[in-house]
């Protein structure tokens, strides 16, 4: 069985932290740890710096075994155990090795080791194979995701139709207080003209207000 993942940064961190003593700053490699189901894939990039002749990547815990030796244009050299699950990417300076459907053996360190005039190690990467989940843990994990997923779409539902009411009551009370202008506009308006003709009316004398009256004399 393997550790429990509350607890596993802390040991790999540990891990990694004792191989990269061994580690020199020509050649970088990541990920510093991987956590993969059997079955499932684990990927690793060597990066080195300076002449190189090649790349190997070897397994230095729990046996020691070479895993791979890749070097550009020439065929690579593939341990017996992971022939036909090994997937290369990239250039033997930048060279990432992808391990694909992983057993429990596969579990350990692995390590980058450049081909110069000396030896040249990555810090190390540390695989880890936790055991295959059965369809029954698979279906659980769905409804569970499911069963989060439901509250989490509603809340975001939520947000965004208030989102919108709010942007809509905006709006309208924009439109309200435009309306509400042009009405003090025409009151205005009304006001002038109606000063207007008081103003015109108390001008003229009385005579010219007086209604004309027909002499049938």
């Not at 459907?101 to 040249?120: I, T």
């Not at 139709?161 to 009304?190: P, W």
Request: proline residues 8%; contains cysteine; aromatic residues 6%.
């Amino acid at each position: 069985m393997a550790p429990e993942l509350p607890l596993l940064p802390v040991l790999l961190t540990l891990a990694c932290t004792l191989l990269g003593v061994l580690a020199t700053q020509e050649m970088q490699q990541t990920p510093p740890y991987v956590i993969a189901p059997e079955g499932g894939s684990a990927s690793i990039t060597c990066c080195s710096r300076g002449p190189l002749l090649g790349v190997y990547l070897k397994q230095r815990w729990p046996e020691p075994s070479n895993v791979i030796y890749y070097e550009d244009n020439v065929q690579p050299t593939v341990d017996e155990r992971f022939r036909g699950r090994i997937v290369f990417s990239g250039r033997q300076h930048n060279l990432t090795v992808i391990m694909h459907r992983l057993r429990p053996a596969d579990a350990g360190a692995y390590a980058c080791q450049a081909v110069m005039s000396d030896e040249v190690w990555g810090p190390g990467t540390l695989v880890v194979v936790t055991d295959k989940l059965s369809p029954a843990a698979d279906t659980s994990q769905e409804a569970w995701l499911m069963h989060l997923a439901v509250p989490v779409a509603l809340a975001v539902g939520c947000f965004f139709i208030g989102l919108g009411l709010g942007a809509t009551c905006v709006l309208q009370r924009t439109q309200i207080k435009k309306l509400c202008c042009r009405k003090d506009e025409n009151s205005a308006c009304v006001v002038s003209n109606f000063l207007e003709m008081k103003v015109i009316t108390s001008s003229q004398p009385p005579e010219a207000l007086a209604p004309a009256t027909r002499d049938y004399a």
